[in-house]
């Protein structure tokens, strides 16, 4: 384990929900949504991580959301995970602090329906303009007949 | 509108671009709100090349998504399945013969190849070169035959597969492709020539479009546009895959961050392949063993696999939970993190100055939406190519003015 | 042989259409007009307006944001006007047949004139379909 990921493991020590190091490579990260904004700015800012894009997963349990960020010179990627109520899933938008983020951001608002709070534009993103609302093409649920029109 | 935007609007001229304009391939949209000559704003819609292809991707077995995924995008059409069989590698533990590397990294440099000569006509023709496009894109056929001798295609390939590669690269072949390259390279220097020598092109280039590290930071920026500032940042070193830790290259790095410099940093990029691509040639005549290793099953986990296409990293995200088909499959191209440093390139320049800033970062809309109509009264609206048109002018009235100087 | 028919026989231009495609039947469709095919020796070109085509060459699965669009484009153009649908996601559908964003295949929405097969089509084989379009003329 390299210095980096210790350093975030010693800082958040008690806010780590779960660690798991997949490989000296991969590690992952669950959080609080709570927290989601500290861990964040200590991992882009300070520490100088390069972010690499957002996931969103709807699993049994609930909408996962994963961070992943990437530390280039020391072949590390960190991946935050956090887990969402699939009836209201909202989450703070990472974009204040990550400007990148706010394409990502509108993408999974889109397929997932997932809602970001403070988000500076959150408009439609890559859906048609005649996209039924309330219809997330990539929840479990998501009826593809009914939609086909 | 509301009073308050029409008022601060008022002197604003919104120039749409696309979606189906004369010059893109693709579709796209933009909205570049400008007060006399420089750009203020600039707003885009996308979904014109939305395909739902994650959502596709876990219909099918993991076997088959590499041909799904290479379909993303033409250009980087190596770059998305090597990303992807990195990425269930990394999820399966799995281990690929050194042979299918040796392989995997020709492919991928055969198309960075072909990209870069493409960005290069495009780059010429957006600043009124239109020579140095059809140079490029004639020089860039010998590249695609190549490719379908060794593929069967001239663009997807079809040839990355979980655990090894589709198809053995025949050696009595190499020769010929040894000599294509050798054939290729004085046609980089004749380009390297026209684009690096030119005094219209400094002149359009340099300081145009100027994009610092910490926007590279902020954005995510990659590829050749975070390497143009300054950003010693490559996949290929940082995370090796395929034969990239065994053969010998450098990472290419300019500092200046404006369009001369991503020009700069593709060209050089040109060599380096084609060196690349030699060193692998020779290896291959030694190393005469499997191309694959048998995959059984994928366990269940999380998976996560990168590539240096010719824009940038590529990113997959795989989860398995045990079947034969992906969970999730996230797939992120590099232009979803290079199209939005527009924001901060273009604003503050001129409409003449934005084609070619936009073009600098080699966007590629069909990979940023693997996955409009704005209310413009009271504010003037200019048809779509004038600002290709504008750019083009430009450079006529540079190269006269120049004339007149001698 | 009418009128508008013989006139349409001389130099055919093309605008170019994508909707939802991968970009390789694009470059291979701008491919066709770079030094190695040169169909401009034919008189054959892209042009930037509906208005002023005589083909118009699909590719891409055609989506549902495009293809209101689409339909907008065929209305505006000067008939008689043929429609090429380039490559396999135009045809059929594709690999994308099964997509929730696609409204294809083209046939369905606007007539088409001529198929391209090919995930991309040589350029050899859109040439071939543009002599072919040309001789229906005939």
């Known amino acids: 384990m390299n210095e980096e990921v210790i350093n975030i493991k010693n800082k958040f020590d008690n806010k780590i929900v779960e660690f798991y190091e997949k490989s000296k490579k991969r590690y992952y990260i669950t959080i609080e949504k709570d927290d989601l904004l500290d861990f964040v700015d200590y991992i882009f800012n300070e520490l100088g991580f390069r972010y690499m894009i957002e996931t969103g997963i709807d699993t049994p349990g609930g909408i996962e959301i994963l961070y992943h960020f990437s530390f280039d010179s020391r072949e590390t990627v960190v991946t935050l995970k956090t887990l969402l109520d699939s009836k209201e899933p909202v989450v703070e938008s990472i974009s204040s602090i990550v400007p990148g983020a706010k394409w990502i951001e509108r993408e999974i608002m889109d397929i997932l329906g997932v809602k970001f709070l403070n988000h500076p534009n959150p408009e439609k993103f890559i859906l048609s303009d005649d996209w039924n609302e309330k219809e997330y093409p990539l929840r479990r649920d998501y009826d593809e007949k009914k939609n086909n029109n | 509108m509301s009073d308050e935007n029409k008022n601060s609007k008022k002197e604003r001229t919104v120039i749409p671009i696309g979606p189906y304009h004369p010059l893109q391939e693709e579709p796209e949209y933009f909205q570049l709100h400008v007060e006399g000559e420089i750009v203020k704003k600039i707003e885009w819609r996308t979904s014109y090349n939305h395909r739902g292809i994650e959502k596709l991707s876990q219909s099918m077995s993991y076997d088959q998504v590499p041909y799904l995924v290479e379909r993303i995008c033409g250009i980087c059409s190596t770059s998305h399945p090597l990303s992807y069989v990195n990425a269930v590698e990394d999820l399966a533990e799995i281990e690929v013969p050194v042979r299918a590397k040796y392989i995997r990294t020709i492919i991928a440099e055969l198309e960075r190849l072909h990209s870069h000569l493409l960005w290069v006509g495009l780059a010429g023709h957006f600043l009124g070169f239109n020579t140095v496009w059809m140079w490029a894109w004639k020089y860039r056929e010998p590249v695609l035959e190549i490719m379908e001798a060794v593929t069967g295609n001239r663009q997807n390939y079809a040839m990355m597969k979980i655990g090894g590669i589709r198809r053995d690269i025949d050696n009595e072949d190499i020769p010929s492709i040894k000599k294509m390259l050798d054939d290729l390279k004085p046609k980089v220097d004749l380009l390297r020539g026209a684009v690096m020598d030119d005094p219209i092109i400094h002149a359009r280039t340099k300081g145009i479009g100027v994009l610092t590290p910490e926007d590279v930071h902020n954005y995510g920026a990659l590829g050749p546009t975070a390497r143009a500032s300054g950003i010693k940042d490559d996949i290929r070193r940082d995370y090796p895959y395929a034969a990239y830790d065994i053969i010998d290259w450098d990472v290419i790095v300019e500092e200046e961050g404006d369009v001369f410099a991503k020009a700069v940093v593709r060209i050089k990029e040109m060599y380096e392949s084609i060196s690349m691509i030699h060193q692998c040639l020779d290896a291959l005549k030694k190393e005469n063993g499997e191309i694959e290793t048998t995959v059984k099953e994928i366990p269940p986990g999380d998976g996560i696999g990168q590539a240096e296409a010719p824009r940038g990293e590529v990113f997959h995200f795989v989860r398995s939970d045990g079947t034969n088909r992906p969970v999730r499959h996230k797939v992120r191209a590099p232009s979803f993190c290079n199209v939005p440093t527009f924001e901060v390139t273009t604003v503050g320049e001129t409409i003449s100055d934005a084609a070619i800033i936009l073009a600098a970062v080699d966007p590629c809309y069909c990979c940023t939406e693997r996955m409009a109509v704005i209310n413009s009264e009271g504010e003037k609206s200019l048809t779509g190519d004038d600002l290709i048109k504008m750019s083009q002018q430009k450079t006529e009235r540079m190269r006269k003015s120049k004339k007149e100087n001698k | ?138």
């Not at chain 3, 349409?8 to 909707?19: D, Q």
């Not at chain 3, 209101?68 to 380039?86: G, H, M, W």
């Not at chain 3, 040439?127 to 379009?133: D, E, M, Q, W």
């Open chain 3, 1 to 138: 042989m009418g009128f508008k028919e013989n006139a349409l026989k001389r130099s055919l231009w093309v605008f170019h259409f994508s909707g939802g495609s991968c970009n390789n039947c694009d470059i291979e469709l701008l491919d066709c007009l770079t030094p190695r095919y040169d169909l401009e020796r034919f008189g054959i070109e892209l042009v930037g307006s509906i208005r002023h085509a005589d083909i118009i060459a699909v590719t891409g699965i055609v989506n549902r944001q495009c293809k209101p669009r689409l339909e907008k484009i065929y209305k505006q153009a000067s008939k008689p006007v043929f429609v090429v649908a380039c490559g396999a996601c135009p045809c059929t559908g594709g690999i994308f047949k099964n997509s929730y964003h696609t409204a294809g295949p083209l046939d369905e929405i606007i007539p088409v004139d001529a198929y391209i097969p090919g995930c991309p089509p040589k350029p050899e084989a859109i040439i071939s379909a543009i002599v072919k379009l040309r001789n229906k003329l005939e």
